[in-house]
Each structure stands twice: as C-alpha cells, then as structure tokens.
C-alpha cells in the first residue's frame, strides 16, 4: 500500500461501512474510501472507554507507536482519523485470519509452514525493536495472516495496544505496570522493568510450541498459576519428528533467564535463515556446514544451596550468591561432625544428599567413590591437604546440604573427635575380644595364664585398627584439570563475588551471567595459536567489567524507580531513567555482540573443517590414482 494512499487528504470521504469484531475494549470496523475503492480497518474505543481519559490516553499512544512502524510482517498503521464523529485508528485491512483462528481450523502445523510463519514474526519485532517499541502482547489472536498466492500466508502482527516504547525515559506510567496475556507471558513479565525486546522472543517461542504441538507451552487452573509454570515449570519439548534445529531454537527461546534467550529478534531471523540453507543444502545433496555460537558453556557443577548451574571457573553462584567450592593444596583438613550423635552413622539421607553433590561437582577435583559404598560413623574425616580457603567454602556449601563440619590445621587425626571416637570403638571391641578370650579362663582358671597376656598384645592391636578404621579419609583430592582460560580472565572471574552479593535483584544477576558464560565459552573455544587471541582476551576481560559494572548500576537504579513515591515525570527521575536505559542499552548490546561474535567463529571453523574434508577427500582420489595405476 502506497505510503500517500490512505485519506490523508480526504478524510470527510471516509465511511465505516462493517463490523470485523469486538474485544474488550475496542472493536474494528471497515472503512472506505468511495472517492478510490481503498478499504481499511479501524479501531473504535468502546463508548465507555472513549469517555475514559486513560484508555483514550493509552489509544492515542498506541496509534503514535504503531504509525512508526512500516513493515510487510507489522499491520500497517496510519495514525487516527475522526469519521463519522468518532475517533478512528486507521490502519490496513488484511484480508485474512488470525493465527489463533487458522490453528483452531488447521490444528498442529507442518515445519516449513512453523518456520515460514516463525520467520515473517521475526523480521516483523526486528523491526518494531530496532524503531524502539516492544509489543508487549504477542499472542496467535494477535498475528494476522495475509493470504498469499503458491505460498505459506503472510504474518502480520497487529494490536500494540499495550506496546511500550523500549527506552523507560519516553515512556509513560503505563510502562510499569504488568500487562499481557498469561498464556504468552515471560517469567520476567511480573516485574516490569525487566521487560524489553526479549520478552517478546519469549512469547514467540509459546506461539511455535502452540503451533506445533496445538497448545502453549503452559497451562493452569489459574492465571497465576499459568504464570508460576512459565517461571518454574520445565521447558517442554516439541515432537522428535521436528527438526533439531527448530527444537534447540525453541528451547533458547523459552529461557528463564532473557539473557539465556536469542538476544535480538535480528538473531533469530540469522538463525532461521542458517536452518533453511543447511535444510537446502540437504535435498540438493551438499555439504552442511554447521556453524552454530556457543552462547553457553557446558555446565560442570551445581550450587549446594540452590541447584544452579555453575562453571568451574566461578567463585560464585549468580542465583545466590554463594562462594562456590574452590579447591586448592593446603595443610587444612575437613571433618563432618554432624548431625547425630558420634560414634553414630551419618544419615544415610544426608549421606546420599553429599554424594549425588560431590559427583555433580567432580570437575573441582573431589572424588567420592568411597564415600558411595559406605555410611561413616560421626566425626569422620571428609578429605585432608586443601587450603583453608578452599576448607570455608567447602564448609558454607556442606551447611547448604544441611551437614555440619569443621576445619583444623593438620592431617586425619588433628581433630580431637576423630580421637574420642577411636578411644570408644577400641573400647567396644576391647570388650567383645576379652569377652571371647574369657570364655576358656571360666572353664579352666589356669588358662587365664594364656588369655591375659594374649589380650594385652592384642589391645594395641585393636588400638590401631580403630584409629585407621575412625580418621579413613573419604572423599579424595584429585587435581583437577587446569583452566583453560587465560590469567587474566580467570583473575577477573575471581573477583565478581564482591559484586554479584551486592546485586539484590535476580534478573540482573542473571544478565551478568549470561556474559560471563558467553566470555567463557569463547575463551574456551578460542586456540592459543590464534594471533587474535592476546586481543580478544583484552577484549573479554573488558567486557566482564563492563557488564559488572552495568549490573550493579541497574540493580541499585531499579531499587530506587520501584518505590511507589517515584514520579516518572519528575526531571530528577527522567535523567535516572535516561541513565537506566544506557546501562540496559549498553549490557544487550554487550550479550549481542558475543553472540555474534562466537557465531563468527564457529562459522569459521565450520569452514575450515569443510575445507579440511576437501583437501582430505582429494588426498583420498590422489592415492587411489596412483594405487590403480600400480595395479596396471
């Protein structure tokens, strides 16, 4: 539609002349043109909403937001227009369904027709993102579909009623409050300033679920029982007959955590688009080149206090802040002490409890295979020869499991329960031998001239076995594998726990997270012969800073825009949400940026790979040439 067609300069021409529908607070009518035979909808306020000063405020908004954006996957929009005496948003008729009514028809989509649909709602946020406004709403009802000729329909994403603009400081009061529709909204959704650009990914990540499995990703009894599901519940997986590509794109975007999540709708649409040529390259019977980023490292442990991922590398749980075990040689022992009662056995509850922890973070270099086997008895001696440092952290994540234990300086018997627990078992069993080495003195008195001294060798033989049997160690220090990452980044790493317990609010933890996983997992994936690599290093440990520094500063500007007494339209309070926004500006751009970053470089392997295969396949033909050639 030509930008100059609608009625411009000819609004008194325009008529409504029919109903498409009625929600709750508008409804949308046909409207045309008689002087050209032009046709548009329109969105009509309700009469009890248009004398209300808030909607009509949040309407006027809505058509200023909406007439940005000029895009073939955005329901065009064109401001309002007064006809017939009512306020009218004049905006494009598409002569065609809603998502949500196609798939009441069709049921469960096919995947070229999920990823055709799937690709048109990304190009359309790309764009409303890059021209600063967030939707807010994105749900099926929402998605009209254009009927094209030969092809998938074309999707159109309509209704920004309850858009907001993406910088806090140009928006209005509007934009902290929670809107949305359960079905689609992001765990995030609940606390409005964590809302931005990825918020709506997540809610195209529910509409494929939708798409391909007939139903969003969550239900419940009720709303907010949906919503506890969106923000607890496990991320379900669509059908295996789909394409592992679709299933992993999908799961990224239905991430807790925005920072786990593609980081623009530009991404998705680049990922997208790398599926279709590997898909193409499939029928044609080519080579595929898989290049996808490495946007997270591989987990290698769980935080004792709660069940997070960590990385060894870390000092630190970015979901509680908990110290995370370090292990390093030291003179410094470890013994569990409770509860229960000594020379009592360990639960057996808590001890299966230390061991499934230990197992998960073997990669620290803590082996617990004989603590698997068997229950020790109170105190015992968990492991010996680590620093003290590495004995506190060890101690905080034992408490996290609800065990009890000390530290002393010195080897297996340098705690005195380890001691008092000997002497009692030597006991016990000093007891049970005299008993046995009795029974021969009551039959014949005499006999006690064998039986007594025969139980004095004994009893320092008893002695020993017990002081083994009560200071065994049971979990044993192993060295772990040397970090791959360079000094300087692990130094930085080392440094964030001041920082992340200074960080109140888990979505900002989260968002330094999701870098420091990012720097990691390039670093790791970056070869030391690489004449790159001094500068990317600077580079990362650059970006480390940049991102504590970036959390830090939300956290605390967030605390201050959350208090009720906050006026939004104060100056003061401007230029903080001016300052908010170049801080969230600056850490998306910071997330994106790696991503593309290791995309580019898993790109370029990929690429070295195939060219490897073919300088093989080459060197292959060469020597079956010269083997048929000594065959002749």
Known sequence: MPESTPAAAATPGLAITGEIGSGAIARVVVVEDPSNGSRYAGKILHDRHERDEGAHRRFQREAELAS?????NLVRVWGTRAIEGRTVMLMELVEGPNLADHLARSGVLSEP?????????????????????????????????????????VPKIADFGMARASSFASADKGALTVLGTPQYMAPECLEPLAVDPRTDLYALGCIVVEMATGAPPYGGATPLAVLDNHRNADIPELPAELSEDLRRLVTRLLAKAPGDRPQSASAVVDALDRMSQRALALVKGGAVMVAEARAESAVEGYCARCGEKVL????????????????????????????GRAPNK???????????WLRANAVVGLDATRLEGKIPRLPFTLLTGVSERSAETLLTSLSCLGIRAVTERGGRISHRGIMRKTGVLTSRTAMVTGAILGTPVMIHPALALVSLPLFAVTLPAIYGIMLAKSSQVWVTVLDAPPSTLPPRIGNRLLELHAIVVQIQERRHRDALRAVVHRVVALCRGIESSDPNRPAIEEEMEQAIGLAAQATLQMDRLDRYIADPNFDPSDAHSRRLMHLRDMWAARLLDLTAALDSLAARYAQAEARLRAETQEDINDLRAMVEALEEVQRQ
């Open 113 to 153: 027709e999920i990823l055709a649909l799937m690709h048109g709602i990304a190009s359309g946020l790309a764009f409303a993102h890059s021209a600063g406004v967030i939707h807010r709403d994105l749900k099926p009802a929402n998605i009209m579909l254009a009927p094209r000729s030969g092809g998938h329909p």
């Open 68 to 72: 940005r954006l000029a895009h073939d």
């Open 312 to 339: 060894r590398e870390l000092a630190v749980c970015f979901a509680c802040g908990l110290a995370q075990v370090i292990i390093e040689r030291g003179s410094n022992s470890v013994f569990v002490t409770g509860p």
């Open 346 to 356: 360990l639960d057996s509850g808590l001890r299966d409890r230390l061991v499934r």
